[in-house]
Every structure is written in structure tokens, then in C-alpha cells.
């Protein structure tokens, strides 16, 4: 415990942050589903971004992850200002993402969804699958030593398996920063835990992470700090150590922004 | 040393029944092994049926067999293609009639403008033919696709709105008129007694085949050894080489027996002058150039869908569209893509349609979108997306075919034909959701 603690005062926050988010807004027919949310996260920092369903999380990571593109805003990456507005762009910079829904290909196999959009080829410019089905399985042995299905559509795999190819498909790339959309909603309590080692591992080695749910208990004690989202705007964002869980409950169902904090837009002036 | 090996064999496994055993030893798909069953089933059974009600077995004669591969090939090249199309979730209708302007355009072509250019009988007729059919088909597809893919019209109603289009385009270009006859090398790509390479060349087919196969199973065995994967046993190996080879020889014997009609023959030695000897000459006609069209279709396709990026992210996009776009897959230039390979596809069909014919008509490939759908189907495309090969489009198309000309051989009408087709359709979709049902 007094582990993690120490790891939390490490995080460096003097430099130039990896990725910072400023002033986003987007809408969809009227409606504004980001109004003007700036974020920040720095190398080795595990940020967790609160909110209810429908708060405005989910797109906010979406215009960072290059699904959707921002209609006002700047993004900087490790300082330089950064033109994301495909998934490939995102990958460019090393932002990698680990979607609620996985994206998963389901109809292909492990291998197939590893590499999807970044296959392995041959001299020839074939795929080479047998080199592709290697990489897997070495990588998969690491992640999820239980981890046998290899030619199987993934479909066929357990929620926990298909979770891992996600996982696995995110870190191999050299990600530099790591977006996780709800990681552990569909998991069982020992996969949760193995998600919560993943996580420290990958901080250790300097990446940022963003931990996205909308459970406080998911994402309090792994986030060295919690910005909450409410009705597309930041109410407040907090070092995890200054606020408490009900305190950062008050921020996500009442916009309150407690003393702790520093506030944003959305926190409630009363 | 028996245990170690059987361990990293697949199909080692005693408890299941011989059978099942055998399946999974070879890796062979069931629903290839129905499909056959199937191609089997309604070829004796036309024959017999013939046999029995006409007096006459004409199915399991060369001759039907041989008219058979050769009006498969227009199908089956269009089928490949096709899969693609489904396993995308998209559909295209307008195959029957895209083939039919293409032939037209085709057919002004090469009888109308370039003989004036280049002079009656210029060699370069047939290939710039060619060309302007696959590349306007190539056009056209990817018309299709743009509006599919950037404008967001689904692919149903821009593919029927195209069926209506291109067939009254058909008519249009020359005003309902027949283009007759095309260009003399032209037409060898449909077939017909001197559209064939004879028994000679279909033996030196039927060799490299062998070899082929031969390579393949050698090359995938070296494969999963250096990367340490399961091995097929050596007999299965053995099972699936023998038995792919015999398929080779099979058809090379029946394409071979076939023999040039004694008119022709009489013709061709004229023409040559060759002396025919007392017994008559008998010339084989051998693998049909059109039959050789579509195998190489096949091949190629084949290698796209499976050893390339492109056929890797068509099976994506199929099995998750959404996932495919956040892996950073432009979704959108596939479609365009897919159709426009599609109509690349479409025009080598119309060569092959129109060359067969002798002609260009506004009414050349009507229906045939169809057909090429059922032979997707039936070959295992999946129209909840995803799913789908090639060689099972193909030996669908084969099916489909055989369906048609037995029933033209046996003497049903027009009107009963029509009913079986769709009835086959409807019936190969259902059969195709139980059997995903019962796998899955």
C-alpha cells in the first residue's frame, strides 16, 4: 500500500505534459456534447476521467483517440500541437486506445485483430501470418498465460481473452499514451485485479494513462488524479490524495466542486 | 517418441468417430464436403433422370461437362467478386447489367471504331478490347462505390438503381442493335472448339496444377514446422495432395475426350491443309481459354483475400466496421475499392459472355447478378457479413450452373427453371443459418 503511495508522489508533473487538451468542444445537432473540457496528463500519471453516463467522457477521448474530430480546440502532444483527426494520426503519436466495446474485429482471429491496420509482411508484401501468429502468442504468454485459442475467431473467446487481445493490441505498439474506455465493466474480480497490475506495470515504465468509467470505485485507488466530467463540461480535476471518494462523488453527481479541487467550467457556482 | 509427436498433431484425438477424425486431420471444411455432396447429387441425378424419362443420360457425357465449365466461367468470375461485395455487407444487383453495357461498349469497339483506326483483323483489337471492358467496368464499380462509400446511399438502392441504368444504357449505346461478329481473336476468349488449348496444352495444365498442389502443402508444412504449429499427420497430407491431384487429372481426361465436332474438323484441315486419315482426325479441345479465365481469376483473388493487407481488412470491415475504422482502416476507400474491383470483374465476365456469344446484346447477362449471389451463398458467403471464401463462390457458381443446364438438358421449361433458381436461393440461405446456428 505504502508502495503505491510513494509511486503516486512520483509523477512528475514540472515538465511538459505528454498530452494536453485545451478548451474542446464539439456538438452533434445542436447538442454539445464537449463544451470547452481541457485536460492534461504527464509521462508515468494514471488520470481518471469521472462522469455520468452521457457526461461527455467518452467523446472527449474519442476527439484525443481520432474517432471523432473536434470542432473548436487545441490539442498539444508532448508540447507540439497535434492534428489528430483519424485513428491513424493518433496512433502516429502513440496514442493508443482500449475501447469499451473492445473493437474487435470478431470474425478474425487473435493474431488478426493484434496486428489489424499494422500487419507484419513478408519480403514479398504478403501478410506473413506465421510471423504474425508468433508475435501473438509470445505477447499473449506475457499478458494472459491461459491464453490457448489462437486460431479461433475471437468470438469465440471469453470475455476476459477478448479483453486481453484488446490490451495486448493497445501496449505493443509502443504506446506512449494509453486511453482505457471503461477497462473493466465486463470483468470478473480476479481479471479486475489483473487489469490493476497491467496498469502499475505500465505506469512504472512511463506511460500515461487515461482511466475512463463512470465508477469512482474503478478508477480511485489506481488514479494518481480524477478529472470529472458533468453535462460536457470539466467540473474539477484533483490530485487523488487531496480529495476523497465522496467528495469526488459530490463532483460527479452534483458538479460541487470541494476545496481540494481546482475548478473548471462545470463546477456549480452555489 | 509416438506420444510426442501425436501431441503436436491435430486429429489425434480418439474419441471422436473416424469420420470427424478425418475432418479435422485434413482440415477440410464440411460445408465444402456439402457443397460437393450437393454437385454430386444434382449431376447423377439429372443424368439419371435423363436416363430415365428421355432414354438418354446426357449430364455425365464430356460434351455437357465440357459446355458446362465453360458457361460457368462468366459466373464464377463475377462470384468472386461478389463475395467480397457481401462479406462487406453490402450487395450489388447490378452485376447482369453493368456485364451487358460493358459487352455493348465492347462490342462498338471493337467493330465499329478500332477497325477503321487500326485496320480489320489488327491484333491489338482483342487487347484494347479487353482493356476498355475491364477498365469501364473498373469505372463503373467504383462509381458505385463512391456513392456508397461518401455519399452514404446504401449499396442495395444505388446497385438498383444500377441494374435499371446500365441495362437501358445497354440499349442505348447502339440503339438496341446486335454487334455481330467480333473480332476473330476476340472471340477465342469465349471458348468454342478453337477457343481451347487442346490435349497437349491441358495436360501441361493439369502438370503444373499438380505441382502447385504439391508446393502448397510442401511450403505450409515448412511453415507451421519453423514456427513450431500444429502439423497435419503425414497421411492427411498425403489424403489431400492424392486426392486434389486426381481432381486434376480427372477433369483434364474429361475435357480431353471431348472431341472437335467432324464438321469442324474437316474445316480446320482444309483451312490447314491437312490430309484427314481414314479413321477421321480427332482433335481433343482440351481446357476451354474462358475455363482458364476464371481459374486464373480464382488464383488471384484467392491470394488478394488471403495473403494480402486489402483481403485482410475486407474480412475486418465484414466482422466489424466500427472496429476496422478505430484500427485506423480507411473503410470508406475499401468500399470504393471492393466495387470498383468488382466492376474490374464484371468486364472480364463480359469478354468472356460476349465472346462466347459471337456478339454484343443489350440483353447479354440478364439475371446473372442472381446467379452470382446465390453462388456466393450457396459457396458460404454469409450475409451477415464477414464470412466468405473464394473457391466456395466458385464451386457455387458451379452448382448454380449445373442446376440451370440440367434442367435445359432434361427439358423443363423456361418458366420452371426460373422457379428452381429462386427456390435454390431462398433455400441455400436457410440452409446456410441453420448451418451457422449448429457451428457456432
Redesign the interface.
Known sequence: MTDTATQVDAVDRSGTPLIEMKDISIAFGGIKAVDHASIDLYPGEVVGLLGHNGAGKSTLIKILSGAYTRDTGQIFVRGEEATITNPRHAKDYGIETIYQTLALADNVDAAANLFLGRELLTRWGTLDDAAMEDETRRVMGRLNPNFKKFKEPVKLLSGGQRQSVAIARAIHFNARILIMDEPTAALGPQETEQVGQLIKQLKKDGIGIFLISHDIHDVFDLADRVSVMKNGQVVGSASTKDVTKDEVLGMIILGKCPPGATPGPGASTD | MSDNTSATQIGADHKDGPIVRFLRATEVDTRMLGMIGALLLIWIGFHLYGQIFNGYGAFLTSRNLWNLSVQTSSIAVMATGMVLIIVTRHIDLSAGSLLGVTAMIMGVAQVWVLPDLLGLNNPLIWIITVAIGIAFGAAIGALHGFLIAYLGIPAFIVTLGGLLIWRGAAWWVARGETIAPVDSTFALLGGGPFGTIGATGSWIVGALAIIGIAAMLLMGRR??I??G?PLRPVWAEWTLGLVGSGLVLGSVLVMNSYLWPKGVVKRYAEANNIVVPEGGLEISHGFAIPVLIAITVGIFMT?LV????F??YV??????P????????NTKRMTLMIFSLMGGLVGISAVIASARLNAATNSLGQLDELYVIAAAVIGGTSFA???GTIYGAMLGALVMQSLQSGMVLVGFDSAVQQMVVGGVLIFAVWLDTIYRRNS?
Not at chain 2, 306 to 309: A, E, K, P
Not at chain 2, 322 to 328: D, P, R, S, T, W
Open positions: 511453415q507451421r519453423r514456427f504449429f491470394f488471403t495473403r494480402t493487407r483481403g485482410r474480412f475486418a470491415i465484414g466482422g466489424n466500427e472496429a476496422a475504422e478505430l484500427a485506423g482502416i457479413g464477414g464470412i457456432v
